[in-house]
């Protein structure tokens, strides 16, 4: 603490004793303010002078006539602009206004077309054109401009509406209180109407019964048109009715005849118990015929194997008498043979077992490889030459692998139960392996040869596979002695006893083999004529197959069904037909006598029809749709208009009506053209633009202020005679003479803004004290950029600035940025800044205040934070920073 306090008494003195320095420490402390007043004083009240800013103005309307009254719309607009100073209105020509706009003399031009008025008036004519006024802004000679012309050229369209409004409404309502003098002398009729129209509501129920008599008619005329649809059809009908009545007439001449077939019925009905018991049995016939042929086929397929085995029998009868007499020399060579050669399956297995030694070492040496593949730097041709050796070697090992998984399988099939099954499961799992690894050898060898390294999958799939390898290969050598080896002493032992078994059958199959063949002869001649017979009978089978099943289905589909007819037809015989007989005559009689006046009858009705019919139809479709479309609006509209009848006679508001209808035009239409009216308040009142902007402009100063102290001013002390300062005493004891300058420089600023410029303040204690708070953080954090970062800083704190600017929501709401600085926007410290400040000159609320004072400290201690973390650690890169600067000749 006493360093901290002697380096900054010694900064004291020292600006003390020399004019110089002390006259530059009140500069810095006044330059700040002269940025700031400049600023404000010019953008005091910028909206005084947009009488400045002009506006051409052309009118080209003609003017136009309704019901012979003449008025011109723009002449009434160009005189109205006349009287207004608020923006510069220059009236000029068209050529004159599109000149000086291009030339920038105006900055907006405004032309009413020659049709201006005639299209206003055209709403009152009915063929309505929307009217338009013509406004040009010229956007380059100022950015803000377009916004106040564009305002001026909006109050133009909104006088032109009102205007508008008005005299169209007074026109309205001075024809609606003739209307209502009309109405007045027409009010006993009315009553009249209202009651006719009471009355017929009374009525509605009589007249929608007859509205659905004429529905119920309309949904049955389908059924009374096809009745006489029928008539109709019926009269076309009249040559086949008479070609009926002479059927008739020939069937009354012919009955005689029928009677006699009817007899015959009779007879045959005694006789169906015989037919019926013959149809069975052909249909049983019928039903086991597939077990016939099924019989046939059979004895015929096994008399063509027996005659084929007995044929092969006798074929291969020679060559077995050949193999019997060279197969006993044969089985007892090999017998001495496997004797032997017992010497050579003794050493089978010890090969067997250092083949699977060789390839663990095999599978040893990939692992190991697989070691050096992980290494990032390899010298890809030593390793691709062992990578081609490895794959050879696998390749070896495969092939021996798999002549060993071949002769265990070859002596596995003598052993009882496969003992060597499991092993050779294992031998063949191990074998998968193996192409395992030959694979991603191959893939790995590949990528280094394209100069790639090797996929770490690759490399680590290789490295497990020939970890799984060796765990296999020492499984199988742990059971090999005492497992696989008796195994395979036994499977050879087996394969000694069946060579001297084979031996003995030989010799005795030889002395039996000319009995065998006099069988097999006899056997075949006997199969020979049996097969000729049965393919005989085979050749008939279709024929009588076929005649027996159409006979059969015959009986089968329409026995039922004659046996059926002829047992009604029987009764019918003896009971109706002679009914049937007196019904022929008396339709005989009817044909010869009363037929002929019967058609002349139906032509006459079908005549009616056919003319009359459709006139009545289409009666009843229209009274029908009335009843349907037009009926239930209409009684809606009688119910309404009498319910609407009654209201008005219960309120008398006919009355009101007429006395609405005869009110005061003028104020009527005065409402109609404004109808709203806005009543402003003013929350934290500021009076001018200046005092409005004076939160940003003051806290932008301090920022300016602060960057000014860090490029004039050193932050690192001389080392004093006797003293070591450590880097947090350094730090904050040449921070104290910053924060001096900046209260300083804050007081300033702030006095000025109130004493010379007359910026409004509501609180102007707190506005000096806010600034002060705000330049000490600004100093702190500035400083703390340059101390740690040395001429980094600068930039950092420049950089700082830039951001603060778009980000602080100093001009702009924040909310009208880009995303970029509304994310920025809480992060940055002028944000609470200005905040603070204009709480000071609008009025305090003390939540906003204390939560802006709290983001401020929290800046000034991430500064103490960074500052005593990073001082120490960067002062040596920040000193030789700072002497390769100072070489250039051009940074200090």
């Given at each position: 603490m006493k360093n901290i306090l002697h380096i900054f008494k010694t900064d004291l003195v020292n600006i003390g004793k020399n004019p110089t320095g002390l006259l530059l420490m009140i500069a810095l402390a006044f330059l700040p303010s002269i940025y700031a007043w400049i600023n404000l004083e010019a953008m005091w009240d910028p909206y005084k002078n947009t009488s400045g800013i002009k506006i051409a103005v052309t009118s080209q309307d003609e003017g136009t006539e309704i019901k012979g009254k003449s008025f011109n719309i723009g002449d009434e607009v160009v005189e109205s602009l006349r009287k207004n100073t608020n923006l510069g209105w220059t009236f000029v020509s068209a050529e004159e206004a599109r000149r000086g706009l291009e030339h920038g003399d105006y900055y907006a031009s405004l032309l009413i077309p020659a049709d201006f008025s005639r299209n206003i008036a055209s709403v009152i004519e009915g063929n309505i054109q929307k009217p338009e006024i013509e406004y040009t802004v010229n956007e380059k000679l100022n950015a803000v401009a377009p916004k106040i012309t564009e305002k001026g050229a909006s109050s133009v369209s909104s006088q032109i509406s009102q205007n508008f409004i008005k005299t169209v409404s007074e026109t309205v309502l001075a024809r609606m209180k003739e209307e209502g003098l009309q109405i007045e002398r027409q009010l006993p009729t009315l009553r009249k109407m209202e009651a006719r129209i009471l009355e017929l509501e009374s009525r509605l129920p009589e007249i929608e019964e007859i509205g659905d008599k004429a529905l119920d008619l309309e949904a049955k005329w389908p059924d009374i048109r096809k009745q006489t649809d029928k008539i109709l059809t019926l009269e076309t009908m009249i040559p086949e009715i008479n070609k009926a009545g002479d059927t008739i007439l020939k069937i009354e001449e012919r009955w005689p005849l029928v009677m006699e077939a009817a007899q015959e019925v009779l007879v045959i009905q005694k006789k169906m118990p015989e037919i019926q018991q013959t149809a069975e049995r052909v249909k049983e016939l019928d039903k086991n015929y597939d077990a016939i042929e099924k019989a046939l086929d059979k004895a015929i397929a096994d008399a063509k194997a027996a005659h084929d085995i007995v044929g092969?029998?006798?074929?291969?009868?020679?060559?077995?008498?050949?193999?019997?007499?060279?197969?006993?020399?044969?089985?007892?060579?090999?017998?001495?043979?496997?004797?032997n050669t017992g010497a050579a399956f003794d050493s089978l297995i010890p090969v067997m077992k250092q083949n699977v030694i060789l390839i663990m070492q095999t599978a040893d040496a990939v692992q190991q490889i697989t070691s050096l593949l992980k290494n990032a730097d390899i010298d890809p041709e030593p390793v691709l030459k062992a990578m081609d050796v490895l794959a050879n070697r696998l390749s070896k090992a495969q092939q021996a692998l798999e002549r060993m998984i071949g002769l265990l399988t070859t002596l596995n099939n003598h052993l009882p139960n496969g003992g060597l099954?499991?092993?050779?499961?294992?031998?063949?799992?191990?074998?998968?392996?193996?192409?395992?690894?030959?694979?991603?050898?191959?893939?790995?060898?590949?990528?280094?040869?394209?100069?790639?390294?090797?996929?770490?999958?690759?490399?680590?799939?290789?490295?497990?596979?020939?970890?799984?390898?060796?765990?296999?290969?020492?499984?199988?050598?742990?059971?090999?002695?005492?497992?696989?080896?008796?195994?395979?002493?036994?499977?050879?032992?087996?394969?000694?006893?069946?060579?001297?078994?084979?031996?003995?059958?030989?010799?005795?199959?030889?002395?039996?083999f000319p009995d065998i063949k006099q069988i097999l002869l006899d056997a075949q001649s006997g199969i020979d004529y049996a097969q000729s017979g049965l393919d005989k009978v085979q050749k008939g089978l279709p024929e009588a197959r076929a005649r027996l099943h159409a006979a059969a289905q015959t009986i089968d589909t329409k026995m039922k069904a004659f046996t059926d007819a002829l047992n009604k037809a029987a009764p019918f015989v003896k009971n109706d037909l002679p009914k049937v007989e007196s019904k022929v005559h008396e339709a005989a009689t009817f044909v010869r006598n009363d037929l002929p006046t019967a058609e002349q009858q139906l032509h006459k009705v079908a005549d009616l029809y056919k003319t009359k019919l459709p006139e009545v139809e289409k009666a009843i479709h229209d009274v029908a749709s009335l009843v349907r479309n037009e009926m239930p609006e209409f009684e809606q509209a009688v119910h309404k208009t009498a319910d609407r009848i009654r209201e008005l006679s219960k309120g008398e508001s006919l009355d009101m009506l007429l006395k609405l209808l005869k009110t005061d035009i003028e104020k009527e239409s005065d409402f109609l053209a404004s109808p709203v009216s806005i009543n402003e308040h003013r929350l934290y009142p500021i009076p001018n633009y200046g005092s409005a902007m004076s939160p940003f402009y003051t806290t932008l100063s301090l920022w300016v202020g602060a960057m000014l102290l860090i490029s004039m001013l050193r932050v690192e002390p001389e080392a004093a005679e006797g003293r070591t300062y450590k880097s947090y005493?350094?730090?904050?004891?040449?921070?104290?003479?910053?924060?001096?300058?900046?209260?300083?420089?804050?007081?300033?600023?702030?006095s000025g803004d109130l004493l010379l410029l007359g910026t409004y303040v509501a609180n102007k204690v707190w506005f000096i004290v806010f600034a002060i708070l705000i330049g000490s953080v600004f100093i702190t954090i500035t400083y703390t950029l340059v101390s740690v970062f040395g001429n980094i800083g600068k930039g950092l704190a420049i950089i700082f600035l830039v951001l603060q600017f778009s980000s602080s929501g100093g001009t702009f709401p924040i909310t009208m940025t880009s995303t970029f600085f509304q994310t920025l926007n809480p992060f940055m410290p002028f944000t609470y800044a200005v905040g603070l400040m204009r709480e000071a000159v609008g009025g305090i609320n003390w939540g906003i205040v204390w939560k802006d004072v709290m983001y401020l400290f929290i800046f000034i201690g991430i500064c103490y934070v960074v500052a005593l973390a990073l001082k120490k650690p960067l002062s040596s890169y920040t000193k030789r920073v700072a002497e390769k600067a100072e070489r250039t000749k051009l940074i200090s």
């Amino acid at each position: 603490m006493k360093n901290i306090l002697h380096i900054f008494k010694t900064d004291l003195v020292n600006i003390g004793k020399n004019p110089t320095g002390l006259l530059l420490m009140i500069a810095l402390a006044f330059l700040p303010s002269i940025y700031a007043w400049i600023n404000l004083e010019a953008m005091w009240d910028p909206y005084k002078n947009t009488s400045g800013i002009k506006i051409a103005v052309t009118s080209q309307d003609e003017g136009t006539e309704i019901k012979g009254k003449s008025f011109n719309i723009g002449d009434e607009v160009v005189e109205s602009l006349r009287k207004n100073t608020n923006l510069g209105w220059t009236f000029v020509s068209a050529e004159e206004a599109r000149r000086g706009l291009e030339h920038g003399d105006y900055y907006a031009s405004l032309l009413i077309p020659a049709d201006f008025s005639r299209n206003i008036a055209s709403v009152i004519e009915g063929n309505i054109q929307k009217p338009e006024i013509e406004y040009t802004v010229n956007e380059k000679l100022n950015a803000v401009a377009p916004k106040i012309t564009e305002k001026g050229a909006s109050s133009v369209s909104s006088q032109i509406s009102q205007n508008f409004i008005k005299t169209v409404s007074e026109t309205v309502l001075a024809r609606m209180k003739e209307e209502g003098l009309q109405i007045e002398r027409q009010l006993p009729t009315l009553r009249k109407m209202e009651a006719r129209i009471l009355e017929l509501e009374s009525r509605l129920p009589e007249i929608e019964e007859i509205g659905d008599k004429a529905l119920d008619l309309e949904a049955k005329w389908p059924d009374i048109r096809k009745q006489t649809d029928k008539i109709l059809t019926l009269e076309t009908m009249i040559p086949e009715i008479n070609k009926a009545g002479d059927t008739i007439l020939k069937i009354e001449e012919r009955w005689p005849l029928v009677m006699e077939a009817a007899q015959e019925v009779l007879v045959i009905q005694k006789k169906m118990p015989e037919i019926q018991q013959t149809a069975e049995r052909v249909k049983e016939l019928d039903k086991n015929y597939d077990a016939i042929e099924k019989a046939l086929d059979k004895a015929i397929a096994d008399a063509k194997a027996a005659h084929d085995i007995v044929g092969t029998a006798l074929e291969t009868l020679p060559k077995l008498e050949t193999i019997a007499a060279t197969g006993g020399a044969f089985a007892d060579d090999m017998q001495q043979y496997l004797h032997n050669t017992g010497a050579a399956f003794d050493s089978l297995i010890p090969v067997m077992k250092q083949n699977v030694i060789l390839i663990m070492q095999t599978a040893d040496a990939v692992q190991q490889i697989t070691s050096l593949l992980k290494n990032a730097d390899i010298d890809p041709e030593p390793v691709l030459k062992a990578m081609d050796v490895l794959a050879n070697r696998l390749s070896k090992a495969q092939q021996a692998l798999e002549r060993m998984i071949g002769l265990l399988t070859t002596l596995n099939n003598h052993l009882p139960n496969g003992g060597l099954s499991s092993k050779i499961d294992q031998l063949n799992k191990i074998n998968t392996n193996l192409k395992g690894q030959i694979s991603t050898i191959n893939k790995i060898s590949q990528a280094i040869r394209q100069g790639q390294q090797p996929a770490e999958t690759l490399v680590n799939n290789l490295n497990t596979l020939s970890k799984d390898a060796m765990l296999m290969l020492a499984n199988f050598l742990n059971t090999f002695d005492n497992e696989i080896t008796p195994a395979v002493n036994k499977a050879l032992d087996q394969l000694l006893t069946i060579s001297e078994q084979s031996s003995d059958v030989l010799q005795k199959l030889q002395a039996k083999f000319p009995d065998i063949k006099q069988i097999l002869l006899d056997a075949q001649s006997g199969i020979d004529y049996a097969q000729s017979g049965l393919d005989k009978v085979q050749k008939g089978l279709p024929e009588a197959r076929a005649r027996l099943h159409a006979a059969a289905q015959t009986i089968d589909t329409k026995m039922k069904a004659f046996t059926d007819a002829l047992n009604k037809a029987a009764p019918f015989v003896k009971n109706d037909l002679p009914k049937v007989e007196s019904k022929v005559h008396e339709a005989a009689t009817f044909v010869r006598n009363d037929l002929p006046t019967a058609e002349q009858q139906l032509h006459k009705v079908a005549d009616l029809y056919k003319t009359k019919l459709p006139e009545v139809e289409k009666a009843i479709h229209d009274v029908a749709s009335l009843v349907r479309n037009e009926m239930p609006e209409f009684e809606q509209a009688v119910h309404k208009t009498a319910d609407r009848i009654r209201e008005l006679s219960k309120g008398e508001s006919l009355d009101m009506l007429l006395k609405l209808l005869k009110t005061d035009i003028e104020k009527e239409s005065d409402f109609l053209a404004s109808p709203v009216s806005i009543n402003e308040h003013r929350l934290y009142p500021i009076p001018n633009y200046g005092s409005a902007m004076s939160p940003f402009y003051t806290t932008l100063s301090l920022w300016v202020g602060a960057m000014l102290l860090i490029s004039m001013l050193r932050v690192e002390p001389e080392a004093a005679e006797g003293r070591t300062y450590k880097s947090y005493e350094i730090y904050f004891g040449r921070l104290c003479i910053f924060l001096v300058i900046g209260i300083f420089q804050a007081i300033i600023v702030t006095s000025g803004d109130l004493l010379l410029l007359g910026t409004y303040v509501a609180n102007k204690v707190w506005f000096i004290v806010f600034a002060i708070l705000i330049g000490s953080v600004f100093i702190t954090i500035t400083y703390t950029l340059v101390s740690v970062f040395g001429n980094i800083g600068k930039g950092l704190a420049i950089i700082f600035l830039v951001l603060q600017f778009s980000s602080s929501g100093g001009t702009f709401p924040i909310t009208m940025t880009s995303t970029f600085f509304q994310t920025l926007n809480p992060f940055m410290p002028f944000t609470y800044a200005v905040g603070l400040m204009r709480e000071a000159v609008g009025g305090i609320n003390w939540g906003i205040v204390w939560k802006d004072v709290m983001y401020l400290f929290i800046f000034i201690g991430i500064c103490y934070v960074v500052a005593l973390a990073l001082k120490k650690p960067l002062s040596s890169y920040t000193k030789r920073v700072a002497e390769k600067a100072e070489r250039t000749k051009l940074i200090s």
